[in-house]
């Protein structure tokens, strides 16, 4: 019987097939931001979010060049519920999968989860990191195509045009939910 975890036991799965606290880091992060950002649109399922988010990566470490197809095996094998396996494959959509984002929620996973990764490089060039960042100094980063390179600008881009949402407002969203909400 599949069921859905709650972020505590999202984490644990996750544990299962993820060692690299960096990774684990991530997880953490993508999950604290899709819960603030589930507060404001959806507080029924601020939990759903937030296990999305912590679940999101977790073929990543173990099967990188086949990321979202094994999250798809692993999550089946855990027996998680299918609408939260539908959310983590949709973050790839175009990208490692051809699964899109339906739901305003799985829209959310796929706008922040680069753009968590170029927020918080951002706040590691500033001597006071995040505590006063604003959006127009991720803007510029964002712009600057060397800077975190790994982080896609075009799937950021993609997302806020998916959530019909400006680049700038998603972006003060998502530093405002990084802030509130530190990892550890
Ligand atoms: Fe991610």
């Known amino acids: ?28 992060t993508v999950s604290a931001v899709m819960g603030s950002f589930a507060r404001e649109y959806d507080p029924e399922n601020e939990e759903f979010w937030k296990s999305v988010g912590m679940l999101h990566d977790i073929d990543f470490e173990l099967y ?11 999550l089946h094998d855990e027996d998680i519920d299918e609408d939260m396996i539908h959310a983590v494959v949709s973050h790839g959509y175009g990208i490692c999968s051809d699964v899109a984002p339906e739901k305003f929620m799985e829209k959310v996973l796929f706008a922040v989860d680069e753009l968590t990764g170029l927020i918080g490089a951002a706040a590691l060039m500033r001597p006071t990191g995040i505590s006063d960042m604003e959006a127009k100094s991720v803007m510029k980063k964002f712009k ?22 400006e680049l700038k407002d998603l972006m003060d969203k998502t530093i405002t939910a990084m802030r509130d909400n530190p990892v550890e």
Do not use: W
Request: contains cysteine; glycine residues 4%.
């Open 1 to 28: 019987m599949s069921y859905i975890p709650t972020p505590r036991q999202a984490l644990e799965v996750l544990k299962k097939y993820n060692r690299d606290e960096f990774h684990i880091h991530h997880a953490k």
């Open 144 to 165: 600057d195509k060397k800077f975190a390179a790994g982080c896609s600008r075009e799937v950021i881009s993609r997302g806020a045009e998916m959530l019909e949402m």
């Open 64 to 74: 990188p060049d086949q990321h979202c197809v094994k999250a798809l095996e692993i």
